[in-house]
T-cell receptor, first 114, second 109 residues
Framework: DAGVTQSPTHLIKTRGQQVTLRCSPK?????VSWYQQALGQGPQFIFQ?????ERQRGNFPDRFSGHQFPNYSSELNVNALLLGDSALYLC????WGVGAGELFFGEGSRLTVL | RKEVEQDPGPFNVPEGATVAFNCTYS??????FFWYRQDCRKEPKLLMS???SGNEDGRFTAQLNRASQYISLLIRDSKLSDSATYLC??????????FGAGTRLTVKP
């Protein structure tokens, strides 16, 4: 049973560039949430997708956008990268309708912005 | 005030020690509470849910005090393998789980 998979695992970009991160949820899960984790901090909620729609959004600017596909996989896009966007980006999957419960995380995509 | 605040740590304890972590949350409407564990450079994983009546899982005990908006995690008989960062997580609404900054624990021989 494949868990949550994310790609790429590491990437380096320069300021002003754009990046796309990808996530495949755990088998049987239909909901994907994205988190940003800066060094020494806890994960910060970016947004959540279910049925290909953004259901909730955290306190992140419009430079952060996402998408969910019919197969439940998801992408996170960040435009006009800033140095402060350097972080570990975590994707978490869950099942809608189960209620707040366990989030299954991928190993993350570590983004460095130079 | 941060939505979820934790003891900053780090906690350095010998094997066999008992250690307690505290967490406070600001949103009185929060419904669900969890402790996650995150090993160095790894993803967070659920350690245990926190129930109103308190709950225990082996050496781990979680407590919730809704009146004080306070959550705790007690680890008894610490093992070297318990070394990790412990994240307090509060469900703000159905969609949104908020994480504390984490408390780092190092258990030494």
């Amino acid at each position: 049973d494949a868990g949550v998979t994310q790609s790429p695992t590491h990437l380096i970009k320069t300021r002003g560039q754009q990046v796309t991160l990808r996530c495949s949820p755990k088998s049987g899960h239909d909901t994907v949430s994205w988190y940003q984790q800066a060094l020494g901090q806890g994960p910060q909620f970016i947004f959540q997708y279910y049925e290909e729609e953004e259901r909730q959004r955290g306190n992140f600017p419009d430079r952060f956008s996402g998408h969910q596909f019919p197969n439940y996989s998801s992408e996170l896009n960040v435009n006009a990268l800033l140095l402060g966007d350097s972080a570990l980006y975590l994707c978490a999957s869950s099942r809608w309708g189960v209620g707040a419960g366990e989030l299954f995380f991928g190993e993350g995509s570590r983004l460095t912005v130079l | 005030r941060k939505e979820v605040e934790q003891d900053p740590g780090p906690f350095n304890v010998p094997e066999g020690a008992t250690v307690a972590f505290n967490c406070t949350y600001s949103n009185s409407a929060s419904q669900s509470f969890f402790w996650y564990r995150q090993d160095c450079r790894k993803e967070p994983k659920l350690l245990m849910s926190v129930y109103s009546s308190g709950n225990e899982d082996g050496r781990f005990t979680a407590q919730l005090n809704r009146a004080s908006q306070y959550i705790s995690l007690l680890i008894r008989d610490s093992k070297l393998s318990d070394s990790a960062t412990y994240l307090c997580v509060v469900n703000i609404n159905y969609y949104d789980m908020r994480f504390g900054a984490g408390t780092r624990l190092t258990v030494k021989p």
